[in-house]
């Protein structure tokens, strides 16, 4: 199945933000978050839902 341009988009855009949330975290300088070392906190950093952090399972 192919995928949509607009949903590889979306899938590049959500990386960069959980990739910066991460940095921010690891750097001590959480933005929205509690900066715990946690899926959980590490989507609620990057602005996603926590089953768009992770591996994907098919």
Do not use: F, Y
């Not at 607009?6 to 590049?12: G, H, V």
């Amino acid at each position: 199945m192919l995928r949509s341009s607009k949903a590889i988009l979306e899938q590049q855009t959500n990386h960069a933000r959980i990739r910066a949330a991460r940095d921010r975290i690891l750097a001590g300088r959480p933005e929205r978050s509690n900066g715990a070392l946690t899926i959980v906190a590490l989507a609620v950093e990057a602005g996603v839902p926590p089953t768009g952090v992770g591996p994907r399972r098919s």
